[in-house]
C-alpha cells in the first residue's frame, strides 16, 4: 500500500540555520505530493506541492523537489526563522487515497 | 470567506455516548474529507465524499457514520463513543480530488471518558 515516512522530530534550530527535513513515500503508480503545516492551535494549511516527477514545489522560501529515484520529497528552507515554528507534513495523494506521514516538530530559537 | 468551519471546537462524551460534528464549507468545493489525528500517527482519513449525496470509507472507518444532503456539509457520528475515539478531528474540503489542494478547518478536540 501507499505509505509515508518522515524524519522524527522534533527538530530545534536557531534562527538564520539551514532546515532539511527529510520525506520518502512508497506509491503504486505516480502520486501527487504536498508538503502541509500546522502551527499552534490551528488546521493544517498547504505549503508546497508537486505533482510529477522533477517537479519543485516552493513557497514562502520553502522548497521540495519530487526525486522519483529516491521516491523522495524532501523539504529544505535557507534561512528559517522563529515564526517558522510549526509541525510539518509530508503527504501523498493518488486518486481517491490520501496518505499523510506522522509530522516533524520544527522549533526555530531566537 | 469563512473557508471551512468545525462545530464544536471541544467536547467531551461519555462512553456509549453519541454525538455528531458538522462541517461547513463556502468555497463550493465537490470534495470533503474527515481525518483523525492523533499523536505520532499523523492524520488518518476516516471517510470523504465526491460530491453531495455520495459517501466513500477511508482507512480508518468503523465506529463513525457520515451524511453528505447538501454539497457545503459533511456530518460526522459517533452512534456510540469509545475512548479510543478520543482525539483530534479535522474536516477538510478540496474542489477535486488526487493533487488538488485540501482547506482544512480549525478542528475539533473529542475526549472520551
Known amino acids: 500500500g501507499n505509505s509515508v515516512t518522515q524524519m522524527e522530530g522534533p527538530v530545534t534550530l536557531s534562527e538564520e540555520a539551514f532546515l532539511t527535513i527529510n520525506c520518502t513515500y512508497t506509491a503504486t503508480g505516480y502520486p501527487s505530493l504536498f508538503w502541509y503545516v500546522q502551527y499552534p492551535g490551528e488546521g493544517l494549511q498547504l505549503l508546497l506541492k508537486?505533482?510529477?516527477?522533477?517537479d519543485k514545489g516552493s513557497n514562502k522560501g520553502f522548497e521540495a523537489t519530487y526525486r522519483k529515484e529516491t521516491t523522495s520529497f524532501h523539504l529544505e528552507k535557507g534561512s528559517v526563522q522563529v515564526s517558522d515554528s510549526a509541525v510539518y507534513f509530508c503527504?501523498?495523494?493518488?486518486?481517491?487515497?490520501?496518505?499523510f506521514g506522522p509530522g516533524t516538530r520544527l522549533s526555530v530559537l531566537p | 470567506n469563512a473557508g471551512v468551519t468545525q462545530t464544536p471546537k471541544f467536547r467531551v462524551l461519555k462512553t456509549g455516548q453519541s454525538m455528531t460534528l458538522l462541517c461547513a464549507q463556502d468555497m463550493n468545493h465537490e470534495y470533503m474529507y474527515w481525518y483523525r489525528q492523533d499523536p505520532g500517527m499523523g492524520l488518518r482519513l476516516i471517510h470523504y465524499s465526491v460530491g453531495e449525496g455520495t459517501t466513500a470509507k477511508g482507512e480508518v472507518p468503523d465506529g463513525y457514520n457520515v451524511s453528505r444532503l447538501k454539497k457545503q456539509n459533511f456530518l460526522l457520528g459517533l452512534e456510540s463513543a469509545a475512548p479510543s475515539q478520543t482525539s483530534v478531528y479535522f474536516c477538510?474540503?478540496?474542489?477535486?480530488?488526487?493533487?488538488?489542494?485540501?482547506?482544512f478547518g480549525p478542528g475539533t478536540r473529542l475526549t472520551v471518558l
Open positions: 477538510a474540503s478540496s474542489f477535486s480530488g488526487d493533487a488538488d489542494t485540501q482547506y
Open positions: 508537486a505533482t510529477k516527477a522533477d
Open positions: 503527504a501523498l495523494a493518488y486518486g481517491q487515497n490520501f496518505v
